[in-house]
């Protein structure tokens, strides 16, 4: 794949280490948004490699890891109904629900099938006219455009057994909820360079100049990673605060006009709860007026739902940055991908998941000790 | 990307994903031409790889390491080189899985 490999190059990351070597002189602390820059991070040592002084604290941004327990449960017992084929990413199956997942169900009988894109659901749902396919709508302004496009094309090829499980997230409402908590330490933001392609930069310099943060775009190869700390450690220490791409090969300033268009047709703004955080206003997409009749939450009355989360899970912390995955005492003993507790366990973009994978499994400390840097 | 097609009125393209050829949905993109690069997301292209300015950042990334050889400490660089060594090593186990299982890509063609 091209401009893949190209910006993996370790000899490129030596310069760009030595700059922040040569530029840093105190400590900050950066947050990196998105679930996906946090396993590049991990998978290639980036938090090892950077100068003591940059700490990355690992953000929000899994949108399988957000999606609040009453949504998963809501999730849970319409995919149990024998009418439902009940169509989901592949890392939604094992997220836990109050008392069982995705995969229970399916082992209990229940239709459920992981697809790729929500297209694939469409498809589903047009060979099965005789059944209700649904779809679960999760995701941060990267995922919600195909989703509003495939609930625009139902309407469109009048594919009526079709509905969506709606629970779309955004990024600029959690980042204002980050810095206006009582914990927060941070000092810096590397924003998620996939939803800046999507949204463009607008709502960016709002939140920079309110919170006096510099705001920098950034992509998901190691030396993306490296660039945005590069550029967001040089504004720290000249005492700037202003939003900079530095992933211009895949964001414009205006995003993607029409992606942006058919969210505003199909979606409206809705306070929502992001699971382990809690409610944050004005932070979620769900289906508009008129759209409400393809709304699985409206067509499917579920009721009688009490949520209860298990007491071990730590992962609100760790997606409020105040908490690091390997911190956690159940990390890696009760809770491992195979039997998460939580989310971030799960996803493929969770921070847990991460440190497992890439077998971070004891303190920061020795971990920092036994990494080839020292 | 490969090709272009129609399929229930919406606009498709064949891309090559690093030899992998997948179905695309191309309503977001419509001027996406044939050989040129995307961004793609569940099967949706949501933005042009912009191949200058990919070049550009390459370059920049080259004047960094060359401005270090000039004036930085060749122990320090030798230092560094180690990890970044492993790095490369780390990627190649890593690399397919990984990129299989991160939802977006960066599609090739």
Request: proline share 6%; hydrophobic share 40%; with cysteine.
């Amino acid at each position: 794949m091209k401009y893949l490999a190209e910006f993996q190059n370790p000899d490129l990351a030596k310069g760009l280490l030595d700059d922040i070597r040569a530029t840093v002189t105190r400590p900050w602390a950066l947050m990196e948004v998105c679930g996906g820059q946090t396993h590049t991070i991990i998978r290639h040592g980036i938090d090892q490699l950077l100068p003591d002084e940059v700490e990355l604290i690992h953000g929000p941004g899994c949108p399988v890891c957000v999606t609040p327990l009453e949504v998963i449960d809501k999730a849970l017992e319409i995919a149990s109904r024998p009418e439902v084929i009940f169509c989901s990413f592949g890392d939604m199956l094992r997220v836990p629900g109050t008392d069982r997942d995705l995969f229970r169900v399916r082992g209990e009988g229940g239709d459920v099938r992981v697809v790729y894109s929500p297209l694939d659901a469409l498809e589903i749902a047009r060979e099965n006219p005789h059944r209700e396919v649904v779809f679960f709508g999760i995701g941060f302004e990267t995922t919600a455009p195909p989703n509003a496009m495939t609930v625009h094309q139902a309407r469109k090829q009048n594919i009526r057994n079709f509905s969506m499980l709606v629970s779309h997230v955004r990024v600029p409402p959690a980042i204002e909820a980050i810095m206006t908590s009582a914990d927060c330490r941070v000092q810096g933001f590397l924003a998620a360079g996939h939803v800046c392609s999507v949204m463009g930069t607008a709502e960016y310099p709002e939140l920079a100049e309110k919170f006096r943060v510099p705001i920098v775009v950034t992509g998901f190869e190691p030396l993306d990673i490296l660039e945005g700390v590069r550029r967001t450690v040089r504004q720290l220490e000249r005492g700037e605060h202003t939003v900079d791409n530095a992933y211009p090969r895949a964001v414009r300033p205006e995003g993607n006009p029409a992606a942006r268009a058919m969210l505003e047709d199909v979606f409206e703004v809705t306070d929502r709860a992001w699971r382990g955080i809690g409610v944050i206003p004005q932070s979620g997409w769900r289906l508009s007026d008129k759209y409400r009749d393809q709304d699985a939450e409206h067509r499917f009355d579920v009721t009688g739902i009490n949520t209860c989360e298990p007491s071990a899970c730590r992962s609100g912390e760790v997606l409020q940055g105040l908490l690091k995955p390997n911190e956690c005492e159940a990390f890696g003993t009760t809770c491992t991908p195979r039997t998460p507790l939580g989310a971030t366990m799960v996803s493929s973009e969770g921070a847990c998941a991460a440190y497992y994978l890439y077998r971070r499994l004891g303190t920061p400390a020795a971990n920092r000790e036994a990494s080839p840097v020292g | 990307m490969t090709r272009i097609l129609e399929r229930d009125g919406t606009r498709m393209a064949v891309m090559d994903f690093g030899g992998v050829e997948k179905d695309v949905c191309l309503e977001y993109l419509p001027d996406l031409r044939v050989d040129e690069y995307a961004i793609v997301h569940v099967g949706f292209a949501l933005q042009r790889l912009d191949e200058e300015s990919a070049r550009k950042t390459l370059g920049l990334f080259e004047e960094l390491g060359l401005l270090q050889e000039e004036f930085g400490d060749p122990w320090e660089a030798a230092a560094a080189s180690g990890p970044a060594l492993e790095w490369a090593a780390a990627d190649a186990a890593a690399g397919a899985a990984s990129a299989a299982a991160t939802a977006s890509a960066e599609a090739d063609r």
